[in-house]
């Protein structure tokens, strides 16, 4: 597998709580368990690294509804390969990585009126915004694995928003990283937090197809 699609995996199956991941000759397939999301197949290469035998491969062999795949490579290109019983995102995601420093790690102030609360559990650091009138604002964890660290379900209220709250969620776990002794952080992103990630000095290393196996 991809360097960086594996330290993506290895910290993702932390964050949720889901299986070990069990290695393919094509990537790894990792049970969840839950309905719609029963089983998830990742392919291990990136970009042109993930071939349309691969793929067909791995969708040929799935009967059941809910269990999804995750190609490094454009929804464009990835669609032409599947058939009309996955349900395909039509907006890509993003694998992105960030180089940890200690300018990584400045934590900006908390806006006035707001609490924030960060702790530890299970090997997963989470961090938590509430509003003044003590209402969810924002949030986000990291599941750090070694010299890599994952972050995961970074979100903000859309009455929170343009206030700085997802910067101080990212930068809060960016130390908690660098201070449990990683070396660089990686996550997948949604186009919508590209720009956000971006301005925070991450970059693009691969781009993300997500197709669920709806059986129709």
């Not at 995996?9 to 949720?16: F, K, L």
């Not at 991941?21 to 990537?27: D, I, S, T």
């Not at 839950?34 to 690294?49: A, N, Q, S």
């Not at 999804?68 to 694998?95: C, M, N, Q, T």
Request: charge should be neutral.
């Amino acid at each position: 597998m991809d360097e960086t699609v594996r330290a993506w995996v290895d910290g993702w199956v932390v964050s949720r709580g889901a299986a070990p991941p069990v290695l393919e000759p094509w990537g790894c397939t990792i049970d969840m368990g839950m309905d719609g999301h029963v089983t998830r197949h990742v392919l291990g290469g990136i970009g042109e690294g993930v071939e349309r035998a691969a793929v067909r491969k791995v969708a040929e062999g799935v009967t059941g509804a809910g269990v999804w795949l995750k190609a490094f490579r454009h929804p464009a290109v990835v669609s032409g390969w599947l058939d009309d019983r996955w349900w395909i995102d039509p907006e890509p995601g993003y694998l992105m990585t960030l180089p940890l420093t200690p300018a990584t790690a400045e934590v900006p102030p908390l806006p006035e009126g707001y609490r924030q609360h960060t702790w530890s559990r299970g090997g997963v650091v989470r961090t938590m915004v509430a509003g003044p009138d003590g209402s969810w604002a924002a949030r986000g964890q990291l599941a750090p694995t070694g010299a890599t660290a994952v972050a995961d379900q970074i979100a903000t209220s859309p009455t929170h928003q343009r206030r700085g709250l997802a910067t101080l969620v990212m930068r809060t776990l960016q130390r908690a990283a660098l201070e449990e002794g990683a070396e660089r952080c990686v996550l997948a992103g949604t186009p919508a937090g590209r720009a956000l990630y971006e301005s925070l000095g991450w970059t693009v290393s691969a781009v993300l197809t997500s197709a669920k196996y709806t059986g129709d």
